[in-house]
């Protein structure tokens, strides 16, 4: 048994040169349609999660969420550092391609920078604590 062919349908800018040839009103119309879609670019699917109310970041709230989660990674870095943790995923991701879930505090040898900076000031107050 053969499967007919069918024929293929025109791409829709076939469809808008067809129509600019056919029509010399429209052509105008068609070529403003044609350069808005070329500087707009690919098509992308709406965010579902996205907040319907908040309005586009402008480039200088862009810029400061920019810095503040680089400060922010900086500093789980520097922890993790200092307790010896998968910077990561802090040992919880099986899939973390760095230490594969085992990076939980202790995993390998703390920094002693940050050892000290930010772990040892804990001891006294838990030692302090106990009494």
């Known amino acids: 048994m053969t499967v007919p062919e069918v024929p293929s349908l025109p791409s829709v800018d076939e469809l808008l040169a067809t129509a600019r040839q056919n029509d010399p009103e429209l052509a ?7 350069r808005r879609q070329d500087e707009a ?12 109310y ?7 709230e862009t810029a400061a969420r920019d810095e503040e989660l680089a400060l922010l990674r900086r500093r789980n870095d520097t922890l993790a550092a200092g307790t010896g943790a998968c910077h990561l995923c802090w040992g919880d991701d099986l ?17 002693p920078w940050a050892h000290q900076r930010y772990i040892a000031p804990i001891r006294p107050a838990e030692e302090g604590s106990e009494s």
């Open 95 to 111: 899939l973390c391609p760095l230490c594969a879930g085992r990076g939980s505090p202790g995993w390998q040898t703390p920094d």
């Open 28 to 34: 105008a119309i068609v070529e403003l349609l044609m």
């Open 41 to 52: 670019g690919p098509a992308r699917e709406p965010d579902p999660y996205a907040d319907p």
């Open 54 to 60: 908040a309005s586009a970041p402008t480039t200088r």
